[in-house]
């Protein structure tokens, strides 16, 4: 429907040529992609999609006014960061309406990587003390309620986070075996719910599907994820909360309701643990 639309606004006013902005970037896992478009007298929109079929099958919708540039960003999914860290360039397919006709161009170009710091004012100040091998939360038995019907509430009884190598390892337990699914064929579980600085943004929570999301995009990569009677883990590779800021350590809590007005059972209710990647002083 999007690329309908933006394929027949630019036919109606006359679409320019629009161009990547060499060179593409790397920046902890984020690809940003420059696109500008050419100004002409009788351009009036560039508009179109770009794809990176090394990343994914998916593409990013952009219009653009004459003369204008604009920075598209993509998130690398986890399974291939590693491979793309080491390549030097980028092949991309830039899809447009030039004069009525639809033009696909496919062309390799120059990435460069660099580090940059998470961003501060999303990211939580993590308190002091010692990196964080191993942490349990015990729960009361009977304490699960919501306040709105949930698909499922689950009564949780153990939450542990554990060093695993370069990654955390988040583990909840309930009275409840895992056994149902939604319309989707996913997982109906307890989650883990990771806050962000402010209130007001939208918490990451991990699913029963394994997918990490919340606030900055809609759907993260999925994690590894094991269900075994009524327990559920995932393991966060350090380098994916990394990139969004949390590159000292994060705050979470397991949750029976799976989301940030009903969490349901929640674990500890008293507040969230506190992971750290390092020592913090």
């Not at 860290?85 to 991309?92: D, I, M, R, V």
């Amino acid at each position: 429907m999007l690329r309908s639309l933006l394929l027949g606004l630019v036919a109606a006013v006359g679409g320019g040529p629009a161009s990547i902005v060499v060179p593409i970037e790397d920046q902890n896992g984020i690809v940003y992609v420059t696109v500008r478009c050419q100004g002409a007298p009788n351009t009036a929109v560039c508009a179109g999609r770009i794809g990176l079929p090394q990343l994914d099958e998916t593409t990013t919708a952009f219009t653009i006014a004459p003369g204008a540039s604009k920075k598209l960003q993509s998130f690398i999914p986890g399974p291939v960061h590693s491979r793309v860290a080491k390549l030097k360039a980028l092949t991309a397919v830039l899809t447009q309406m030039v004069d009525g006709q639809e033009q696909t161009k496919t062309t390799s170009y120059r990435l460069v990587h660099s580090a940059q710091d998470g961003p501060t004012s999303d990211a939580l100040q993590i308190s002091a003390g010692p990196a964080t091998r191993y942490q349990a939360v015990r729960d009361s038995r009977g304490d699960a309620h919501s306040g709105s019907p949930l698909p499922q509430v689950f009564d949780i009884v153990l939450a542990t986070a554990k060093r695993q190598g370069d990654a955390a390892v988040l583990t909840v337990s309930s009275t409840t075996p895992i056994t149902q699914h939604d319309g989707y064929g996913n997982p109906i579980a307890p989650c883990v719910e990771i806050p962000w600085a402010s209130a007001s943004q939208t918490p990451m929570f991990l699913f029963g599907n394994g997918q990490l999301a919340g606030y900055t995009q809609s759907y993260w990569p999925k994690l590894k994820t094991s269900i075994h009677g009524a327990t559920i883990s995932w393991t966060i590779p350090r380098s994916l909360l990394a990139r969004k800021g949390f590159t000292k350590g994060f705050l979470w809590r397991a949750t029976g309701g799976c989301d940030q007005q009903n969490l349901g059972d929640r674990a500890p209710n008293s507040g969230f643990k506190t992971f750290r990647w390092v020592m913090v002083g």
